[in-house]
Each structure stands twice: as structure tokens, then as C-alpha cells.
């Protein structure tokens, strides 16, 4: 007995490793730039490891090294500067209002502070530049990379993490045979003013971010690196470690800054450096590595996603990512969306900065778009993934900036537009800046308040939780109370406009294309609305501000309706200026039909058929970025087979190409150059294939591509909490597991019928208030436009249930033969 008690469990431990095995990036060969590098991160720290046997190196990263110092942006334009530029516009002057704005509204001060690398950890080895058997990885499984490889009949191993729960990067050196491991460690930095010295057996780093555009550069940092040596030698001097016939050795790499917050950089650099390589170097390196894995995995593998596996899954990934649109990988799929998990977990943790639009990983001293916080998409679209992937921690930090972004705003919407409540433009830093940046063109955006404030209601939403709405709603009322005052009436309908503003970064007919600036964008129009709504609702629920919400029902009801213009498309603007030929990769007015759910196959077919129109004109290809944004776009749209023909698009091999979106070796998402808020977008449309629960009901398998028959979702969370696990066969589902977080109605849509213990056809509208869904204008149709709407009949193929469900309970669903 006892021996089949052994065989079984062997048994199961061979399945678990086999699954782990899959949920690897591997490589036969080292990397040769950093696009081809591997990422560890713990939230705070970020390496790239290149897995070179001769020189390894490790690129660092720490979240708090960036240029300048604590700040404000905000200046106040010349009186009645506004003024002229609105008028500019209602005139039809768009070329001269953009000019003036760009002269004149645009901050004079800075246009934010780049995010930098600290620069590198170097280990020689001497003799490895003759190798065989070569071998890296990055399990995303346990977030460790592992390198081997033969040399001179010797087999070398690194093992390497950047530990959550030693804060610290840990790098182990071993070898098949004793006495084997001789080399040698230094760093490397770019940065500015830097000394070194050798401490205790350390090295040790020290240095000050630069001045940027005139903002002076106060950010300490320090970098010290410690080794345990088993058997052999080793000395620490000239600012080298150098390491000779070891059997083993264990790198400790600890940063830190004097950063505190945003506005309070008089932390001790070196107090905080000291104490987390000692507390590493304390703890048993197999202890450390054990907590490391189980802090990691009890974020990991809250999921799980089986789409199949074929012989494709035996290739290096970077050949896997050079095949995919010619061969049939669906395990590649799954491992991307899982990769897009492990980066949230790795780069967004609790008490972190949020991530930046490279996450945390950046090799540059000037990296493009100083790697900072753009918000009229790519901050947004870091955290798309986060709440229906499971990873709601890794929230947090998105949320913190928007308080934090609150503040700082305060001060620039009464400086600069003489109005309450905060703004924030389409940028911001470490240093909270939210005057405009850049110039009009792009810049002059002020809707990021608006934008960034979605993602405390969609947290709200997931939760139910009214103590947080409680605590988040100053916030929210204050981006609404910039709105509130900075609309203004547009002469030819009268509706409520934001102006001046843009469709983020793209120019318009009006203007011969040769401006961007404009009033009353149907993005700003969609997103005023939503942050309008979830004020309001938020002071019902919460039995608050009567008065300020009834003011908002009637200035939400004086903005304009979404507008269907002469080629059946959904405008851009505020007019007919739509082109079929336009491919830019911004499709701003579509953030109604994704994140928002303002357009619905049930309560908007027309405006959900012209932003199908819409998106069919601007095309497939793009930027990486904007290719995740489109794969949730067409899973919205339920066309599950254009979502994987995104996908494919996406899942598209870059090398050295400069204008070609897709994907880097790595797995990293290529604008290019690198941008991680693709990684992110694929992630949710991948998600959202696969489960929506954004128009009154949970969708299961709404946008399932017909090559992925049969699988299994393990995690996905729904709005209300409920907890999805499924598996389907030929496209339909064959089992239903619900986990109720928080109780409440689950109303479920699904192609199969089911049957269970309470559950039943659903009538009438969904009682949980977390599923309520928005009531928009109904659209304004061009006499030019020719509509045709496609009917999806989804009451005559799908089924609809409700299951009263109680908080904590989980529910078996049988499917009814």
C-alpha cells in the first residue's frame, strides 16, 4: 500500500514539474542585446540577465532612480491666453490654436524626468569563451533564471532571482566538479557624480541621479554587492571581487535610494542599502530561495491556462515567436498570457511604484519617453490585466499614484485654469508633474484626471467594497470637479466640451492634418461620461453629495452623444473628419466599446457596428501597444478569430526592425523600441476571449478563436468578485466551477444549458448593483452613413441564469443534456 502511496505521489510531483516545465522562456544560445535578456523583478528591483558563460551581465534596475527632484510643472498662462485658444477653435483656426497653446499653455518648467538604469553587474569568467551544451531560461513558474553550459568538461550552473522577501538580488555560481569557479565582479553605472569604495568585504557604489531640463538632480543611490564563497579564494579590493577555484559562490546584490515619496527624497541610502544585503547574506540561501518562490506563487498560481500543446512547444521561444503565424502553438499563447502576469507581479507591488511604461526594466540613461507615465493609454493599459487576472495587489500602486496625482493636480488646475478639483495631463513622473508636456500636439490633453480615475471605480466594481469607494471618492470627486468647471459650451449644439484637447496624438481633416488640437473628442466626451456616472453612483451609494451629484446628471446630460458619421463609422471628433485611409496606431474614440462599456451588442448594436467599422478601417498592424489594445477591442466585438489574428500579429518576431510592431526574443512587447504596456494589453485581451462581464452578466468563452477547441481556465475573476474556472470541448463549455467572494446575484450567459442546485433562467435586470451598465445617448446618425447592422440574436444562441450565491461559497455547475 504504502508503495502505491509513494508511486502516486511521485506520480503527481512529475505532472506538477512537467506543468512547471512549460510555463519556461528558453534559449539555446546567450543574449545578445537586451531585447534578448531575460527580467527578474520584485516590484522594487529589476535585473536583465544576458546568460553570456564568458561575461554575465546583469543590468539593474531600482524603481526610485530617476532624474531630478520633487517638483511641480504648473505655471499660469498669460491672462486670457485659454480664452484666445478656445475661440481659435470655434473658429476653425486649429493650425494657430495649436500654436498658441504650444507657446503659451505648454509648461515652460520641464516636461517630466527620465526614469534611469543603475547600471551593471559584470562576472568575468576566464576560459568560458569556449562552451558547449549551452542552456538559459526564465521559469515564470517560480521567477528564477537559470544558465548552464559545459566548458572544459566542466558543467557550470547560475541560478538567479530577485528576492520578494529579501529584497535583494541573489546570484548562485556552481559547478559539477570542486574547486572550478574563478571569476571576477565588478559594477558599472552611468550614472553621475559616483564613488566607489570597498566596505566590509562589499562593494560599494554610491551616486546622484542628474539635473534634467534644469530640474536639479538629488536622487542618492547606492549599490553594494557581497559574496559567499564555499571553498577556494577570494579578495575584494580595487573595487573588484575576484574569485579563485570555489566550489561555490552566491552573489548579493542590494540597491536603495534616499528616495520616500514624491515629495520627500531624505531617506538614508545607506542605512536601507546595509540592511537588506545583510538580512540576505543572513538567511540560508535555500531558505531564501524558498521564500522567494512561495511569495511569488501565491500570486502565480491563483491561475491557470491550458490551450493545448503540439511539438512547436519543443523549440527555443525565440524560434517559437519567429513560427507562430505559420505553425499551430497554442501553449505559446498560454505562456504569453501567463508572461504577462509575471510582469505585473514582478514590477507592480504593494507599497511600489506603480509601472512605467517600460514596467521597471529600462538599460537607458535616457530612455525614449524618459520611460515615464504616459496616461492617455499606456499607464491604463499596465493595468488592464490586474483585476480580472487575479493580481489585484499589484493594483495598489496605480492606485496610490492617482491619490498622489490628486494632490500635485490640485495646485496646477487653480494655477492654470483657475478651476477646482485636480488635473492631470497625458504625462506624469515619479515626481507627480501634471502641467502639460511636450508640446500641444500631444500635450495639450487634460483628461488624464479622468482617465487614470477609472481604475478606482473598476476596483470598486470587483470588490463591492464601500469602505475603499468611501476612501477613494474625494478623489473621484475631485477629478469631476475640474470637469465640472473647465466645460465649456460649443457654439453650434451647445453641448458641454472639453477644449482644448485632442484624440490623443492624432491630427484631423479639419485642420488639413496638420493639427491635433480641437474641442469635444469623443474620447474625452466617453470619459467624462464614465467619470460623471461613478461620482454620481458613488454618492448614492455612499448617501453623500446630493447636490454636486444632481449638478453632474445635468452637465453629463449637456455632453455630447456618440456620433455615427458618413462612412458608418463611429467619429473621432466632434465632426464628420473620420478617414478610411487613417491607420494611426491611437484609436482613442473606441475606448467606449474597451475599457469602457458604453458600447454594447445588447443596448448599442448601431454604435458597436460602426466601431467594428471603425476599427476595420484602421487596420490590423501597428504598433505593439496598439495590437494588444485591438485584440481586447475584437474580443469586445465577440469575433474571437480577428482577436487571433491579432494575436498572431502581435506574437510576430522583432529583431533589429524600427517601425515593426510584434514581438522582441524576450517575449518583451516592441513598439519599438520596448514598451511593456503590450505585454499587459494582450494579457487582458486574452482575458477577455476568454470571459466578460462588462455588460450586465458574466460571458463565458464570448470570443473563443475556433483554434483553441478545448482547454481550461483556472482564476479568471469576474465583476462582483466571482471566481471562474472552466473547461471547454469544441468550443462549448464542459464544466463550471464559481467561487463567490463576496456573495451577491452571478448572472451567467453561456452557449450550453445549465443546470444546478439555485440556479435559474434570469428575467429582468441584474440585481447586483455591480453589474449595472451605463445609459448613453442614443447616437447621432450622419444622413450620409448607410448602417447595416449585423443582429448577433445572443438571446437566441446563448442562455442567461442567475445563481444567488453567498459570500465565500463555491458552486459546481453541471452542463444540462
Not at 561575461?55 to 534596475?61: A, F, K, S, T
Request: net charge neutral.
Amino acid at each position: 500500500m504504502l508503495k502505491k502511496v509513494l508511486l502516486l505521489l511521485f506520480s503527481c510531483l512529475a505532472l506538477s514539474a512537467s506543468a512547471q516545465q512549460e510555463m519556461k522562456l528558453w534559449y539555446d544560445k546567450p543574449a545578445l542585446d537586451w531585447n534578448q535578456a531575460l527580467p527578474l523583478g520584485n516590484g522594487r528591483l529589476g535585473a536583465m540577465v544576458f546568460g553570456n558563460p564568458a561575461v554575465e551581465q546583469l543590468q539593474l534596475n531600482e524603481e526610485t532612480i530617476w532624474a531630478g527632484s520633487p517638483n511641480s510643472n504648473a505655471h499660469k498662462p498669460e491672462d486670457g491666453t485659454l480664452e484666445k485658444v478656445r475661440n481659435l477653435i470655434f473658429e476653425g483656426k486649429y493650425v494657430e490654436a495649436e500654436a498658441l497653446a504650444t507657446a503659451k499653455i505648454m509648461s515652460p518648467k520641464n516636461h517630466g524626468m527620465p526614469y534611469q538604469t543603475m547600471g551593471d553587474l559584470f562576472i568575468s569568467f576566464p576560459g568560458h569563451n569556449k562552451y558547449s551544451e549551452y542552456y538559459r531560461d526564465l521559469n515564470i513558474s517560480d521567477a528564477i533564471a537559470n544558465v548552464s553550459y559545459k566548458a572544459d568538461g566542466v558543467t557550470y550552473k547560475r541560478e538567479m532571482f530577485t528576492s520578494f522577501t529579501d529584497q535583494t538580488i541573489i546570484v548562485r555560481l556552481t559547478a559539477d566538479k570542486p574547486a572550478s569557479i574563478s571569476c571576477n565582479a565588478f559594477l558599472a553605472t552611468p550614472q553621475e557624480k559616483v564613488e566607489r569604495k570597498v566596505e566590509d568585504g562589499q562593494l560599494v557604489l554610491t551616486g546622484l541621479t542628474p539635473a534634467h531640463e534644469k530640474q536639479s538632480g538629488k536622487v542618492q543611490l547606492e549599490t553594494r554587492v557581497k559574496p559567499k564563497v564555499k571553498g577556494g579564494n577570494y579578495t575584494v579590493s580595487d573595487n573588484i571581487i575576484s574569485v579563485t577555484n570555489a566550489d561555490e559562490v552566491i552573489f548579493y546584490i542590494a540597491v536603495a535610494t534616499n528616495f520616500v515619496n514624491y515629495k520627500d527624497i531624505k531617506g538614508d541610502k545607506t542605512a536601507k542599502c546595509k540592511k537588506y544585503i545583510e538580512t540576505a547574506f543572513a538567511n540560508d540561501y535555500s531558505k531564501a530561495k524558498d521564500e522567494h518562490i512561495a511569495f511569488f506563487q501565491k500570486y502565480m498560481n491563483r491561475m491557470s491556462l491550458d490551450l493545448g500543446k503540439t511539438a512547436e512547444s519543443e523549440k527555443p521561444t525565440d524560434q517559437r515567436i519567429r513560427d507562430f503565424s505559420k505553425t499551430f502553438d497554442p501553449e505559446l499563447a498560454a505562456l504569453y498570457f501567463q508572461f504577462g502576469r509575471y510582469l505585473l507581479i514582478s514590477c507592480s507591488q504593494p507599497n511600489t511604484q506603480p509601472a512605467n511604461l517600460q514596467g521597471i526594466w529600462n538599460d537607458r540613461f535616457l530612455p525614449s519617453w524618459d520611460s515615464k507615465y504616459t496616461c492617455n493609454i499606456n499607464v491604463e493599459m499596465n493595468y488592464w490585466p490586474a483585476e480580472i487576472t487575479n493580481l489585484s495587489e499589484m493594483h495598489e500602486p496605480m492606485l496610490q499614484m492617482v491619490r498622489e496625482v490628486a494632490e500635485t493636480g490640485e495646485h496646477t488646475a487653480r494655477l492654470m485654469y483657475n478651476c477646482r478639483g485636480w488635473v492631470l495631463h497625458h504625462n506624469t513622473d515619479i515626481w507627480r508633474i501634471t502641467g502639460p508636456v511636450d508640446r500641444a500636439a500631444s500635450g495639450m490633453w487634460p483628461t488624464g484626471g479622468a482617465w487614470v480615475s477609472q481604475h478606482l471605480w473598476y476596483r470598486y466594481e470587483y470588490t463591492g467594497d464601500l469602505e475603499y469607494l468611501k476612501s477613494v471618492y474625494p478623489v473621484m470627486k475631485g477629478a469631476a470637479m475640474f470637469f465640472n468647471d473647465f466645460l465649456i459650451e460649443e457654439p453650434e449644439h451647445g453641448w458641454l466640451v472639453v477644449s482644448p484637447s485632442n484624440s490623443p496624438e492624432n491630427t484631423h481633416a479639419g485642420s488639413n492634418n496638420k493639427a491635433t488640437i480641437t474641442a469635444g473628442c469623443t474620447i474625452d466626451n466617453q470619459l467624462v461620461f464614465d467619470l460623471f456616472s461613478n461620482v454620481i453612483k458613488a454618492s448614492e451609494l455612499l448617501g453623500i453629495d446630493n447636490s454636486f451629484a444632481d449638478t453632474l446628471r445635468l452637465k453629463r446630460d449637456k455632453l455630447p452623444p456618440m456620433q455615427i458619421g458618413q462612412h458608418n463609422q463611429l467619429q473621432e471628433w466632434l465632426h464628420d473628419w473620420d478617414s478610411p485611409e487613417d491607420k494611426h496606431r491611437h484609436v482613442s474614440h473606441l475606448y467606449g466599446l474597451f475599457p469602457s462599456n458604453q458600447i454594447s451588442p445588447i443596448y448599442t448594436p448601431q454604435l458597436f457596428e460602426a466601431a467594428k467599422n471603425s476599427l476595420i478601417y484602421r487596420g490590423d498592424p501597428s504598433t505593439g501597444w496598439s495590437m494588444g489594445w485591438k485584440v481586447c477591442l475584437w474580443a469586445r466585438l465577440l469575433d474571437g478569430n480577428h482577436a487571433y489574428k491579432l494575436l498572431t500579429s502581435q506574437l510576430d518576431l522583432v529583431t533589429n526592425e524600427k517601425k515593426k510592431g510584434g514581438t522582441y526574443s524576450n517575449m518583451f512587447d516592441a513598439h519599438p523600441p520596448f514598451q511593456i504596456d503590450g505585454n499587459f494589453g494582450c494579457t487582458a485581451g486574452i482575458a477577455e476571449m476568454l470571459m466578460q462581464s462588462h455588460d450586465g452578466f458574466i460571458y463565458l468563452l464570448p470570443a473563443l478563436p475556433d483554434v483553441w477547441k478545448d482547454g481550461s481556465v483556472k482564476g479568471l475573476v469576474a465583476r462582483g468578485g466571482f471566481i471562474i474556472d472552466m473547461d471547454w470541448k469544441d468550443g462549448k463549455v464542459s464544466n463550471l466551477k464559481i467561487t463567490s467572494q463576496y456573495g451577491g446575484n452571478c448572472r451567467i450567459r453561456i452557449a450550453v444549458p445549465l443546470k444546478g442546485v439555485g440556479l435559474k433562467k434570469a428575467k429582468g435586470g441584474n440585481p447586483n448593483i455591480l453589474f449595472e451598465t451605463p445609459k448613453v445617448k442614443p447616437a447621432l446618425i450622419s444622413e450620409k452613413a448607410t448602417l447595416n447592422v449585423t443582429p448577433l440574436n445572443l438571446e437566441k444562441t446563448t442562455h442567461l441564469y442567475d445563481l444567488p450565491t453567498e459570500k465565500g461559497k463555491t458552486y459546481n455547475l453541471k452542463i444540462a443534456n
